[in-house]
């Protein structure tokens, strides 16, 4: 019996397909207990009974991993409610013009994501946007000048020696640089962009702007 709760217990920490099965393996050693029991007590000795404590101990433990097992199967369904939600909430963004949080660039026939760039400040005049490739190879460098009402910019798919670079997803960051051209501050990149879809991604979704996947959760501003 032990050995049967034990996996009972472990079972209801699996998916919905394994907490179904959970409860079918609990029914059956349930129904294979009190069948013993039953057996046991009708040819016990008399002079040596089995102890209740022992049995009252089997039975409440088989109920506690049934009252497990059905609250697993209650929250399968609660994750599986805001897995909806979540996908009919992105839903609403496709066709909207937005900002995504994304240290990646995706090059596709030479075209790829715009930046978003922060605003020119007080310190901050212009910005330095470097560009990696997957084997963190530098590819490009580019000193692109702020705006004080913010501004994009687009990666032509060169390199620095003007090939054309492969196609692939590239590495982005960027540094905030004085009028002097000295570095100031590490900018969290940002890609401007239309969401052209979104599609699951386990309990989230992800969001597509073009050829490039951000998840939902990156969503910066949406912009009218």
Do not use: C
């Amino acid at each position: 019996m032990t050995s049967a709760i034990a996996s009972a217990v472990a079972a209801t920490s699996s998916r919905s397909g394994a907490v179904d099965t959970a409860t079918s393996q609990l029914t059956g050693n349930i129904d294979t207990f009190l069948k013993l029991l039953t057996t046991q007590l009708r040819n016990q000795d008399p002079t040596d009974p089995m102890d209740p404590n022992e049995m009252v101990g089997q039975l409440s433990q088989f109920a506690m991993v049934e009252q497990q097992i059905a609250l697993n199967k209650h929250m399968m369904s609660l994750i599986s409610l805001q897995r909806s939600a979540v996908m009919l909430d992105a839903a609403g963004l496709v066709g909207q013009a937005v900002e995504v949080e994304s240290g990646s660039l995706d090059l596709r026939g030479g075209v790829t994501q715009e930046l978003a760039m922060p605003r020119a400040d007080g310190v901050v005049r212009q910005a330095l946007v470097t560009i990696t490739s997957p084997a963190g190879e530098k590819v490009r460098e580019a000193i692109v000048p702020l705006a004080a009402d913010g501004s994009t910019w687009r990666w032509d798919g060169r390199n620095n020696a003007g090939r054309t670079a492969a196609d692939g997803a590239y590495t982005v960051t960027v540094s905030g640089l004085d009028g002097s051209g000295i570095s100031r501050r590490t900018i969290t990149p940002a890609v401007s962009g239309v969401v052209t879809g979104v599609e699951g991604n386990g309990d989230s979704a992800r969001l597509s702007l073009g050829s490039l996947l951000v998840p939902v959760d990156a969503l910066r501003r949406v912009r009218s």
